[in-house]
């Protein structure tokens, strides 16, 4: 392998880079807009949910409740009504994602000491929201029942017993129990994946496409050459998109970087390293641009999407999937993203993320290598 003519193949990958807009935009806009969609677009807190009110009593006590809900972050009154119909009618066009009722004998039960039940109709379309709803909800109504309660006891001089078992929690990792600090740093994967398979997926395919291969196969250039000519301004781009996502994350979206630019530097290149050897063994094997694109978007973005944890928890997966997920390279990416970004976790840690990774690297390389030969059939 002579070091002139592997550059002069990658100066003219890079040729075709530049010419061509959508690559060039892939490139250049993609992973900025990619990070600030699912920065701002995508978030698992929810908060400020909306919620009707039917105060069938308006008493000091309802009120006093009322406002539990109104100061806390997760909820807001967004009206308040004097029948069912307008709650149910709220629930259905969507306006309450929760109709709260308080009953009229509300505060003369309480004086009493007795036990009293409030309503809250839910909007359970979204299963997941809707169980978070209960659970906010339950808390907020526990925690003024308690307040009750204790003044209940006070009033008539009985002795106030601490509970007997209490919580005390504190969230490591994620102080802030924020979304976008596992979001945003999980959208390299993404975008590597289609750095490194989708934009090289096209290369070989259209060389072929366009006859050029022809004077490609004529030339003194060997396979290896080639390989490599093509791969290295496609890794080197790679490792320029995935700076501009953790310049972003962390100056922009205060996303915290505990770990050490080491790490996440060979953790990425391994992962850039099978990318980019799988687009170009699925676009030596297909020889054509639409179908190399579509099944590098298949085998790649999807799953970097869907199956890598990236959103979804893969503890919550069906068995069938978990096992999937471990032959997919993003499994182990976005897992060492997390760790290094959120918990600092130094490279030799690593290795139950890094060894797959390399063991992806190393056989897709070989696949790709063996697969791609200078011949015209």
Same mark, same amino acid.
């Given at each position: 392998?002579?070091?002139?003519?592997?550059?002069?193949?990658?100066?003219?990958?890079?040729?075709?880079?530049?010419?061509?807009?959508?690559?060039?935009?892939?490139?250049?806009?993609?992973?900025?807009?990619?990070?600030?969609?699912?920065?701002?677009?995508?978030?698992?807190?929810?908060?400020?949910?909306?919620?009707?009110?039917?105060?069938?009593?308006?008493?000091?006590?309802?009120?006093?409740?009322?406002?539990?809900?109104?100061?806390?972050?997760?909820?807001?009154?967004?009206?308040?009504?004097?029948?069912?119909?307008?709650?149910?009618?709220?629930?259905?066009?969507?306006?309450?994602?929760?109709?709260?009722?308080?009953?009229?004998?509300?505060?003369?039960?309480?004086?009493?000491?007795?036990?009293?039940?409030?309503?809250?109709?839910?909007?359970?379309?979204?299963?997941?929201?809707?169980?978070?709803?209960?659970?906010?909800?339950?808390?907020?109504?526990?925690?003024?029942?308690?307040?009750?309660?204790?003044?209940?006891?006070?009033?008539?001089?009985?002795?106030?017993?601490?509970?007997?078992?209490?919580?005390?929690?504190?969230?490591?990792?994620?102080?802030?129990?924020?979304?976008?600090?596992?979001?945003?740093?999980?959208?390299?994967?993404?975008?590597?994946?289609?750095?490194?398979?989708?934009?090289?997926?096209?290369?070989?395919?259209?060389?072929?496409?366009?006859?050029?291969?022809?004077?490609?196969?004529?030339?003194?250039?060997?396979?290896?050459?080639?390989?490599?000519?093509?791969?290295?301004?496609?890794?080197?781009?790679?490792?320029?998109?995935?700076?501009?996502?953790?310049?972003?994350?962390?100056?922009?979206?205060?996303?915290?970087?505990?770990?050490?630019?080491?790490?996440?530097?060979?953790?990425?290149?391994?992962?850039?390293?099978? &990318?980019?050897? !799988?687009?170009? @063994?699925?676009? /030596?094997?297909?020889?054509?641009?639409?179908?190399?694109? $579509?099944?590098? *978007? =298949?085998?790649?973005?999807?799953?970097?999407?869907?199956?890598?944890?990236?959103?979804?928890?893969?503890?919550?997966?069906?068995?069938?999937?978990?096992?999937?997920?471990?032959?997919?390279?993003?499994?182990?990416?976005?897992?060492?993203?997390?760790?290094?970004?959120?918990?600092?976790?130094?490279?030799?840690?690593?290795?139950?993320? &890094?060894?797959? !990774?390399?063991? @992806?690297?190393? /056989?897709?390389?070989?696949?790709?290598?063996?697969?791609? $030969?200078?011949? *015209? =059939?």
């Amino acid at each position: 392998m002579r070091w002139v003519r592997l550059k002069a193949v990658a100066r003219k990958e890079v040729i075709h880079i530049i010419r061509d807009v959508r690559s060039l935009g892939i490139v250049v806009i993609m992973p900025v807009v990619l990070v600030l969609f699912f920065g701002y677009g995508v978030s698992l807190d929810l908060k400020h949910l909306p919620i009707y009110v039917y105060d069938r009593e308006a008493s000091e006590q309802s009120q006093a409740l009322l406002k539990r809900f109104q100061s806390s972050d997760y909820f807001e009154i967004v009206r308040v009504v004097n029948n069912y119909s307008e709650l149910a009618k709220a629930l259905d066009d969507g306006r309450a994602k929760m109709a709260f009722v308080i009953p009229s004998d509300f505060s003369e039960k309480l004086r009493a000491g007795g036990t009293v039940s409030v309503q809250a109709l839910v909007d359970a379309t979204d299963d997941n929201t809707a169980n978070i709803i209960i659970g906010y909800t339950q808390a907020l109504v526990q925690v003024y029942s308690n307040d009750v309660q204790l003044e209940w006891l006070q009033r008539r001089g009985q002795r106030v017993q601490p509970p007997p078992l209490s919580v005390e929690t504190r969230t490591w990792y994620n102080e802030n129990l924020e979304s976008s600090a596992f979001i945003v740093p999980g959208v390299l994967a993404v975008v590597m994946s289609v750095i490194g398979a989708f934009l090289t997926s096209l290369t070989v395919a259209r060389e072929w496409e366009r006859g050029t291969m022809e004077q490609l196969i004529s030339t003194p250039v060997t396979s290896l050459e080639i390989m490599l000519g093509k791969l290295v301004p496609y890794f080197l781009v790679g490792l320029f998109d995935a700076g501009v996502c953790v310049v972003l994350a962390i100056f922009w979206f205060q996303v915290p970087f505990r770990g050490t630019v080491m790490a996440l530097l060979i953790s990425s290149a391994l992962f850039l390293i099978a &990318l980019l050897c !799988l687009g170009f @063994f699925i676009s /030596v094997v297909t020889k054509n641009q639409l179908a190399a694109s $579509q099944i590098a *978007l =298949v085998a790649t973005f999807l799953p970097a999407f869907l199956l890598s944890g990236f959103l979804f928890a893969i503890e919550q997966m069906p068995q069938f999937v978990q096992l999937v997920t471990r032959i997919l390279p993003a499994r182990y990416y976005v897992s060492s993203l997390k760790m290094i970004f959120l918990k600092g976790t130094p490279v030799a840690m690593l290795y139950p993320q &890094l060894v797959p !990774l390399a063991i @992806f690297a190393l /056989v897709l390389a070989t696949l790709a290598t063996r697969i791609f $030969q200078k011949r *015209l =059939v």
